[in-house]
Protein backbone atom coordinates (compact mmCIF):
# COMPACT_ATOMS: atom_id res chain seq x y z
CA UNK A 1 0.00 0.00 0.00
CA UNK A 2 1.33 3.54 -1.05
CA UNK A 3 0.98 5.94 1.79
CA UNK A 4 -0.23 9.58 1.37
CA UNK A 5 1.56 11.61 3.76
CA UNK A 6 -0.39 14.30 5.27
CA UNK A 7 1.40 18.22 5.30
CA UNK A 8 2.45 17.99 8.54
CA UNK A 9 4.26 14.32 7.76
CA UNK A 10 6.05 15.93 5.00
CA UNK A 11 6.97 18.64 6.71
CA UNK A 12 8.78 16.10 9.34
CA UNK A 13 10.42 14.12 6.00
CA UNK A 14 11.57 17.63 4.56
CA UNK A 15 13.52 18.14 7.84
CA UNK A 16 15.27 14.97 7.90
CA UNK A 17 15.74 15.63 4.11
CA UNK A 18 17.23 18.74 4.30
CA UNK A 19 19.89 17.10 7.01
CA UNK A 20 20.61 14.29 5.00
CA UNK A 21 21.21 17.21 2.15
CA UNK A 22 23.96 18.88 4.47
CA UNK A 23 25.33 15.49 5.48
CA UNK A 24 26.35 14.66 1.87
CA UNK A 25 27.87 18.31 0.88
CA UNK A 26 29.41 17.85 3.91
CA UNK A 27 30.97 14.93 3.28
CA UNK A 28 31.65 15.56 -0.62
CA UNK A 29 33.77 18.60 1.38
CA UNK A 30 35.59 16.17 2.60
CA UNK A 31 36.66 13.82 -0.79
CA UNK A 32 39.67 13.59 -1.56
CA UNK A 33 42.72 11.52 -2.42
CA UNK A 34 43.97 9.97 1.40
CA UNK A 35 41.07 9.72 3.25
CA UNK A 36 39.29 6.80 4.69
CA UNK A 37 35.74 5.81 3.97
CA UNK A 38 35.72 5.03 7.74
CA UNK A 39 37.02 8.93 7.98
CA UNK A 40 33.81 9.95 6.27
CA UNK A 41 31.78 7.89 8.14
CA UNK A 42 32.83 9.68 11.45
CA UNK A 43 31.95 13.12 9.87
CA UNK A 44 28.58 12.23 8.92
CA UNK A 45 27.67 10.45 11.72
CA UNK A 46 28.75 13.32 14.23
CA UNK A 47 26.85 15.93 11.79
CA UNK A 48 23.77 13.81 12.15
CA UNK A 49 23.90 13.46 15.85
CA UNK A 50 24.65 17.39 16.37
CA UNK A 51 21.09 18.16 14.72
CA UNK A 52 19.56 15.77 16.83
CA UNK A 53 18.79 13.27 13.95
CA UNK A 54 19.41 9.45 14.13
CA UNK A 55 21.73 7.91 10.97
CA UNK A 56 18.77 5.69 9.78
CA UNK A 57 21.46 3.15 8.07
CA UNK A 58 23.12 2.06 11.09
CA UNK A 59 21.68 -0.66 12.37
CA UNK A 60 19.34 -1.30 9.66
CA UNK A 61 18.54 -4.87 8.20
CA UNK A 62 16.85 -6.48 5.57
CA UNK A 63 15.89 -9.65 4.33
CA UNK A 64 17.29 -11.53 7.37
CA UNK A 65 20.87 -9.50 6.94
CA UNK A 66 23.57 -8.41 9.32
CA UNK A 67 22.62 -4.71 10.21
CA UNK A 68 24.54 -2.35 8.97
CA UNK A 69 27.52 -1.73 10.87
CA UNK A 70 27.63 2.55 9.34
CA UNK A 71 26.23 5.48 9.46
CA UNK A 72 26.81 6.22 5.52
CA UNK A 73 27.17 3.39 2.52
CA UNK A 74 30.70 4.24 0.78
CA UNK A 75 30.59 2.53 -2.19
CA UNK A 76 34.24 2.97 -4.95
CA UNK A 77 34.09 2.21 -8.15
CA UNK A 78 32.71 -0.94 -9.17
CA UNK A 79 30.77 -1.12 -5.98
CA UNK A 80 27.43 0.33 -6.89
CA UNK A 81 25.40 0.80 -3.70
CA UNK A 82 26.10 -0.51 0.09
CA UNK A 83 29.46 -0.39 0.59
CA UNK A 84 30.61 -0.54 4.07
CA UNK A 85 33.06 2.08 5.17
CA UNK A 86 36.87 0.85 7.06
CA UNK A 87 40.01 1.39 6.08
CA UNK A 88 39.83 1.58 2.67
CA UNK A 89 41.87 4.91 1.25
CA UNK A 90 40.25 6.31 -1.12
CA UNK A 91 42.83 6.94 -4.61
CA UNK A 92 43.12 9.63 -7.37
CA UNK A 93 40.71 8.75 -10.37
CA UNK A 94 38.04 7.21 -8.28
CA UNK A 95 34.67 7.94 -7.76
CA UNK A 96 32.63 6.85 -4.67
CA UNK A 97 28.79 7.10 -4.42
CA UNK A 98 27.73 8.00 -0.59
CA UNK A 99 24.13 7.47 0.05
CA UNK A 100 22.49 8.66 3.72
CA UNK A 101 19.40 8.22 5.75
CA UNK A 102 18.29 10.24 8.53
CA UNK A 103 15.17 9.55 10.90
CA UNK A 104 14.35 12.52 12.93
CA UNK A 105 10.64 13.11 14.21
CA UNK A 106 9.60 9.26 13.18
CA UNK A 107 10.12 10.69 9.66
CA UNK A 108 12.76 9.49 7.35
CA UNK A 109 14.90 11.56 4.57
CA UNK A 110 17.08 9.82 2.11
CA UNK A 111 19.32 10.92 -0.35
CA UNK A 112 22.34 9.97 -2.57
CA UNK A 113 25.61 11.16 -5.05
CA UNK A 114 28.65 10.14 -6.96
CA UNK A 115 31.77 12.39 -6.03
CA UNK A 116 35.18 12.32 -7.84
CA UNK A 117 38.28 11.76 -6.02
CA UNK A 118 40.98 14.14 -7.48
CA UNK A 119 41.09 13.99 -11.64
CA UNK A 120 38.92 11.10 -12.83
CA UNK A 121 38.62 9.81 -16.33
CA UNK A 122 36.20 11.63 -19.04
CA UNK A 123 34.28 8.25 -19.00
CA UNK A 124 33.77 7.93 -15.24
CA UNK A 125 32.81 11.90 -15.52
CA UNK A 126 29.80 11.25 -18.42
CA UNK A 127 28.86 8.47 -16.10
CA UNK A 128 28.34 11.04 -13.54
CA UNK A 129 26.47 13.16 -15.46
CA UNK A 130 24.28 10.96 -17.79
CA UNK A 131 23.39 9.38 -14.09
CA UNK A 132 22.30 12.49 -12.21
CA UNK A 133 20.37 14.02 -15.53
CA UNK A 134 18.75 10.60 -15.63
CA UNK A 135 17.64 11.78 -11.97
CA UNK A 136 16.37 14.84 -12.62
CA UNK A 137 14.59 13.52 -15.68
CA UNK A 138 12.81 11.14 -13.35
CA UNK A 139 11.75 13.58 -10.98
CA UNK A 140 10.31 15.26 -13.65
CA UNK A 141 7.71 12.94 -14.29
CA UNK A 142 6.66 12.94 -11.00
CA UNK A 143 3.44 14.78 -11.44
CA UNK A 144 0.26 13.65 -10.38
CA UNK A 145 -1.65 11.36 -12.86
CA UNK A 146 1.75 10.10 -14.16
CA UNK A 147 2.55 6.48 -13.49
CA UNK A 148 5.74 5.35 -11.82
CA UNK A 149 6.55 3.70 -15.25
CA UNK A 150 6.74 6.90 -16.77
CA UNK A 151 9.57 8.06 -14.09
CA UNK A 152 11.43 4.64 -14.70
CA UNK A 153 10.83 4.79 -18.42
CA UNK A 154 13.02 8.47 -18.27
CA UNK A 155 15.68 6.95 -15.97
CA UNK A 156 16.20 4.21 -18.48
CA UNK A 157 15.73 5.87 -21.99
CA UNK A 158 18.62 8.18 -20.72
CA UNK A 159 20.99 6.09 -19.69
CA UNK A 160 20.62 3.56 -22.68
CA UNK A 161 20.72 6.14 -24.82
CA UNK A 162 24.45 7.19 -23.21
CA UNK A 163 25.19 3.48 -23.73
CA UNK A 164 25.04 2.71 -20.16
CA UNK A 165 22.96 0.08 -18.05
CA UNK A 166 20.39 0.47 -15.24
CA UNK A 167 21.12 -1.76 -12.02
CA UNK A 168 17.59 -3.78 -12.89
CA UNK A 169 17.67 -5.91 -9.07
CA UNK A 170 17.45 -2.72 -7.10
CA UNK A 171 15.01 0.05 -7.76
CA UNK A 172 13.87 3.27 -5.55
CA UNK A 173 10.91 3.70 -3.34
CA UNK A 174 8.64 4.98 -1.03
CA UNK A 175 9.93 6.83 1.83
CA UNK A 176 8.62 9.04 4.83
CA UNK A 177 6.89 6.83 7.67
CA UNK A 178 9.47 4.08 6.87
CA UNK A 179 12.99 4.06 5.36
CA UNK A 180 11.73 1.58 2.53
CA UNK A 181 7.60 1.82 1.78
CA UNK A 182 5.71 0.89 -1.82
CA UNK A 183 6.14 1.68 -4.09
CA UNK A 184 9.35 0.08 -5.79
CA UNK A 185 10.35 2.22 -8.28
CA UNK A 186 12.42 0.18 -11.11
CA UNK A 187 15.16 2.31 -13.14
CA UNK A 188 13.84 1.03 -16.15
CA UNK A 189 10.07 0.35 -17.90
CA UNK A 190 7.75 1.66 -19.72
CA UNK A 191 5.84 4.59 -20.13
CA UNK A 192 1.94 4.37 -18.38
CA UNK A 193 2.99 1.08 -16.12
CA UNK A 194 2.84 1.15 -12.41
CA UNK A 195 0.94 2.64 -9.96
CA UNK A 196 -1.31 6.15 -10.09
CA UNK A 197 1.06 8.92 -8.88
CA UNK A 198 -0.61 11.33 -6.32
CA UNK A 199 -0.68 14.23 -4.26
CA UNK A 200 0.92 13.46 -0.64
CA UNK A 201 3.37 10.81 -2.08
CA UNK A 202 6.36 10.68 -1.19
CA UNK A 203 9.13 8.67 -2.78
CA UNK A 204 12.33 8.05 -3.11
CA UNK A 205 14.30 8.37 -7.03
CA UNK A 206 17.87 6.74 -7.42
CA UNK A 207 19.24 5.83 -10.54
CA UNK A 208 22.15 3.50 -9.93
CA UNK A 209 23.96 3.03 -13.20
CA UNK A 210 26.60 1.10 -14.58
CA UNK A 211 29.38 1.85 -16.84
CA UNK A 212 29.21 -1.77 -18.72
CA UNK A 213 26.34 -4.39 -18.25
CA UNK A 214 23.36 -4.04 -15.71
CA UNK A 215 24.32 -7.10 -13.43
CA UNK A 216 25.31 -7.15 -9.86
CA UNK A 217 26.72 -9.01 -7.44
CA UNK A 218 26.69 -9.11 -3.89
CA UNK A 219 29.93 -8.53 -1.92
CA UNK A 220 31.26 -11.13 0.47
CA UNK A 221 30.48 -8.82 3.65
CA UNK A 222 26.75 -9.59 2.68
CA UNK A 223 26.10 -6.18 1.96
CA UNK A 224 28.11 -4.60 -1.32
CA UNK A 225 26.61 -4.61 -4.17
CA UNK A 226 29.04 -4.66 -7.23
CA UNK A 227 29.31 -4.59 -11.08
CA UNK A 228 29.68 -7.90 -12.47
CA UNK A 229 32.14 -7.03 -14.88
CA UNK A 230 33.96 -4.67 -12.35
CA UNK A 231 33.70 -1.96 -14.24
CA UNK A 232 32.60 1.40 -12.41
CA UNK A 233 28.90 2.28 -11.20
CA UNK A 234 27.39 5.52 -10.58
CA UNK A 235 24.13 6.55 -7.82
CA UNK A 236 22.21 9.80 -7.66
CA UNK A 237 19.63 10.05 -5.33
CA UNK A 238 16.73 12.87 -3.73
CA UNK A 239 13.67 12.22 -1.62
CA UNK A 240 11.04 13.64 -3.80
CA UNK A 241 7.04 15.08 -2.37
CA UNK A 242 4.06 15.51 -5.06
CA UNK A 243 2.43 18.76 -3.90
CA UNK A 244 -0.11 20.53 -5.86
CA UNK A 245 0.31 18.12 -8.47
CA UNK A 246 4.30 18.10 -8.89
CA UNK A 247 7.58 16.96 -7.35
CA UNK A 248 9.43 19.11 -5.47
CA UNK A 249 12.97 17.98 -3.75
CA UNK A 250 13.00 17.77 -0.42
CA UNK A 251 16.70 16.67 -0.30
CA UNK A 252 18.33 20.04 -0.52
CA UNK A 253 20.14 22.50 1.52
Not at 25 to 46: C, F, H, M, N, W
Not at 93 to 98: H, K
Not at 102 to 124: C, F, M, P, Q, R
Not at 126 to 150: C, P, R, W
Request: charged share 25%; glycine share 10%.
Amino acid sequence: MILIKSKKEIDFIRESSKIVAETLQLVKRYVKPGISTLELDKIAEDYIRSNDAIPAFKGYSQAGSRSFPASICASVDEEVVHGIPGNRILKEGEIISIDIGVLKNHAYGDAALTVAVGNISTEKIKLMEVTEKSLYLGIEQAVAGNHFGDISNAVQTEVEMNGFSVVRDLCGHGVGKYLHEDPQIPNYGKKGSGALIKNGMTVAIEPMVNMGKFNVKVGTDGWTILTADNLPAAHFEHTIAVIDGKAEILSIN
